[in-house]
């Protein structure tokens, strides 16, 4: 592989200009010249490079313009038509009720749905007759496809075992063929563990603008897929916009979309309408769908005396129904038809969690289990369809009950991918549940998941703005991080081997430019010696030049550091000399303490 | 125990007054008048209230006029002098160099030390001649002191528990004769986790005044105990101010004031500056001090090749000392005449990590655990001494090395109040290692340690400020309780029920009240809705009305939930006559859902 650079001037194109400096936008090449995969490539001023995985998409690459109201480049399309297995079809028409317009009044007018979305219209694509096009479907045939040899590049490993990993059902790769904008990434506990930010504009505040807006803003700061959670008004021409201009899979819960068609009457809802919506959603290019099939008729008594019943929205919408009908969830019962849909645009399941805890005092209960012990046996029929699956998790759960979660997924479910919101482990600090559920969320990465749904600060409380999303990617960056670490992933490692290499030896730019938010690494050092000499200064704020051990630590490697090959008597014994020195010259070994 | 009031008025007395509303100071008595131990009292709108720990200390009592020219009271003097083994002495004399001020020039002037804090001037107080005035010693004579009383009220456990787990060297209750002010307070692995927020001022920055007021806010979050780490000028009597209004233990480091006196030359330092530093301290009040008595000669070499050397201040200075001078450290060889200072005056040890890893590479190292076994060595003669003692911990650590850090320290040690600092689980996040270390903290705890460091944003940036200084104070109050409910310590649960009844029920200002921080979420919360009505509406910003999973989850429980007795399938009769009735009435069951 080579290393085709998109150099970077010390001011990048694309906004946030200061942020660039020090790194910039590389890409990885792999057996075809559309195959390039971004990397973030980080200029050491001692001359080394260090190579980060990288989710930003072309917005960070000053060579590529971009245009959200044309939508990014379908950079999938020619590997989708390549294989032959997909056409093109009319598709569903488009209906005013599918952005909740069905009530709008005269004055505010009825947009031609269309128009909304400037950007080049395109016919959606679809597996024909008898193709099973998913990527366990090829996986299973054991073919590699591009989209797998892009994965491999980006995570360091080998095609074939990618393959492997997506046929055994370990990982998937969500990748639906209405989708060819985006990067492809795997989500699988062999591989680095991944982050989900949720957007979504709701029926009491935010815009399209901002929804795009957020949706870029998380993918810089690394999240890996975005999950569109949009419930108000514009609800189609928001996930247009967000699909269009996605380098990440994109994720929903159509149960959303659904209710709104019957005006928010959950007794209303039928398989017809659901299904529906699906298809309409699927033809747009949402890559991966959360469905609460597991909410069984006989699970929602379970909840009746829990502390905080049921708090995921799906799984109430659909406990709801099931009562008011006292029937089986439509979910359920056409869960082999809705295989069949997702498999023919390769649309991942992501299996919801409906009776998820949402307190500590409903962690690991019966309802939360008996719920997982369903989704193992829907699994099991989504891989017999072709579709690749991930597990959704909890939730609130305290410490020491996080670990049986993850086992009993892993053996219910085959070692699925396990998808889980935090959990957060404990319920007291309302604003600090991006930290509440960090915690649990690196522990629950560490034992297994794959896949862990960020928290914002505004989790119980409000909408997220920019600097929540931002805050939520970041705090759950670490979490990911941190469990790559605990893995033993290979070189996750070498990222905080060169930051620490760059403290110790006071390479401060380095340093900021190698954190995971340079910006605020940056601003928080300048807050309190802002001097452009203080960027090279042997010391900080913190303790002030005497009382900087680094900087004594550096003069005992400098001296008694020995050579490589050196035993610690032998350093020993060099030190005695040193000492020696020390006196017969009278002067001062540490330097740096006299200043 | 009865419960004694200090009502507070809407608005209270103290400055930050929104706070207030809600919850008041309140006292629980012990067995004497002078025993009332403070607790913080929630008032739910539900007629119910909450008691918390309090950690604030009498700023928070509107009851009691305060004045930090002044100090506090001194509540435990009675109790101090009516146990009749102690002595008031005329005291080490203060001199110039005390504060730093050897070469403050002559414009500069040097001022009156006993002038510089107002307060009422007191004689220093230790041990009578043969008498062991230790909570330690006490308690292995089988004595319950009124401090071990007023714990176990804090704990709720009985004075008997707390006599035994002193006694055994679990725990330590921190209390210098010389420092009266305190709200006596104790730190064990069987008892509620502890955190510590370090404040100081350095060469480089910060005043005495924003010393005293970062630890009366750092209290006013929950910091049970407080480090003074000042390195710069004014040091003894930025001590002086912090501990007379101190209402919670205070600790230092006496070596980086030792290393002030002598000008910042390490190899100059001797066992008698630094012996008098100490006696210096102890007479001031403080309750315990880092002695980094474990870095030994023969270790140093061992960190030469590491990649981030010696991280600890302290372990630096003395690893210089040591390697300047080719001998061993005055602080090992003359352990047991520190051990009969720090008994005299009840000064606590915290024997200090100076090899701890400062990077992830460099966890779980030969020269950390090298360290921890000559700790154990001392935390023996420590105890022979009747000296309490508790053992410091690292650093930087992966999630996977952690447990080997708490399971060997206490092997070593003896159970000995593990007191550590984070870990930090990657080095990739500076500006955010508060999160990469909370998530470390939360853990080791659960697993045993005692009480942690806190960590700040601005942690290897630059000194915190005062909003760092709660965001650190608020995380590790977080990873402290996480890890009292993974310990299923007793009643810690009550406080997270109390929380998400709160939540499931709507209560919104109970929510805020009862959060660890009420004004950050009442603010996130009117961020977005922030008319008076929605602090009662059934819903909130992120779903909207149609969308409140806990809206609809609330019908069901308020339907179906049946008698407290009553069974699954008893609920499960119930469900379907209900689900009759609506089908019968032709209206709908889910009223919430038709909004």
Known sequence: MTLQDARTPENGANGDEKSQIGWHKGYVSGSRPDLRVPVRRVHLTNGKDVTLYDTSGPYTDPNIETDVRRGLAPLREN????????????????????????????????????????????????????????????????????????????????????????????????????????????IGKNFLVKVNANIGNSAVTSSIEEEVEKMTWATRWGADTVMDLSTGRNIHTTREWVLRNSPVPIGTVPLYQALEKVDGKAEELTWEIYKDTVIEQAEQGVDYMTVHAGVLLRYVPLTARRKTGIVSRGGSIMAAWCLAHHQESFLYTHFEELCEILASYDVTYSLGDGLRPGSIADANDEAQFAELRTLGELNTIAKRHGVQTMIEGPGHVPMHKIKENIDLQQEICEEAPFYTLGPLTTDIAPAYDHITSGIGAAMIAWWGTAMLCYVTPKEHLGLPDRDDVKTGVITYKIAAHAADLAKGHPGAQEWDDALSDARFEFRWEDQFNLALDPDTARAFHDATLPAEPAKTAHFCSMCGPKFCSMKISQSITDRFGGDEGSTPEEIEAGMLEKSREFAESGNRVYLPLAN
């Open 79 to 186: 590997w989708i038509i390549g294989r032959g297995d997909t056409e093109e079809y009319s598709g569903r028409p488009l209906r005013p009720e599918d952005d909740g317009l069905k009530h709008t009044s005269p004055r505010g007018g009825l947009k031609n749905l269309d128009a909304v979305f400037p950007g080049r219209p395109r016919q959606p694509r679809r597996g024909r007759e008898g193709a099973a096009v998913t990527q366990l479907a090829y996986a299973q045939r054991g073919e590699i496809t591009t989209e797998m040899e892009y994965v491999a590049l980006r995570e360091k490993v080998t095609p074939e075992f990618v393959r492997d990993e997506i046929a055994a059902g370990r990982a998937v790769l969500p990748a639906n063929v209405n989708h060819p904008e985006i990067e492809p990434m795997i």
